[in-house]
């Protein structure tokens, strides 16, 4: 007799994750800010899915990301802990060459507009979507969105200004 | 820069993906989750089919006839039943004998009687 089979709830969650790993990584990093964190966040995202019975076709798109955002909050309310301000989003060797600043203009953004920012580019929420995720008015987000666009815009202005 | 442009870089933008190993790791935990789940499952139904089967029996001891000992007991009806051959018999109760007491185990010839000045 072979290995049992995981249950069909179990087999869902296994083929999301195959498919929005790099959105809910994306997400968990910005959160966390180190992989070990991330990958615990993530994991216990799944873990409360499965315990709950909550198939991926009974949630939102975004109910994955609020949750993982609920659990972090309520750890760091615990464990009192600062967020580190290290680099959040590390640059890869697979930047495209257009890019190579956008790292360092996404790290030089505010907390609130860097959650956004990753929320809507890197996960592909809306901006109504976000505003349910982080539990903030919709012309709140809207504004920090607008806000980190012409932040980072003029961050990347001033990059270009410096080069020689 | 215009928006539609800064937008698109963020788009195209290479957003950290999870590492191999992280994902590897993922996997095998949700895939043993739904197994422990399962098997966490069948153990609560066997544990509560016991409790109904040890339940049902109503605290007696139930034995094929012939493997327990006799008790003593005098003539019953249903001792015609249980002589039919191939038949659970209700032998004994846990319950049916009451252990002894201190009270009782006590000798009444050791207490002096009660007297009064």
Redesign the interface.
Known sequence: MG?????P???A??TA?AER??A???YA?HLTSN?PD??DL??TM??TM?ERGIAPDDVAHAYPFRVMRNVHLTRARREHTQRAHAPR????S???P??PD??RALDALTDEQREV??L???CGLTLEQISRVTDTPLGTVAGRHRRA?EA??AR??SIEEIRP | MNDQRLEAMLDGHAWPDMPVDAHERLRGRVAAYGRTARSRRLSIAAALLLTLLIGGAGGYILAPRGTAPQPQHTHSATDDVASAPNRLVIRASVFSESRPTLVRRTDPGAWGAITTN
């Open positions: 290995p049992a089979r995981p249950n709830i179990a087999r969650w296994l994750l790993r790099g809910w990584w994306s990093l992989e991330a990958e993530v994991q799944l873990t499965l989003l590390v640059r890869t697979d930047d495209p257009d890019t956008l790292a920012i990753t809507k580019h890197a666009l980072l815009r990347l202005a």
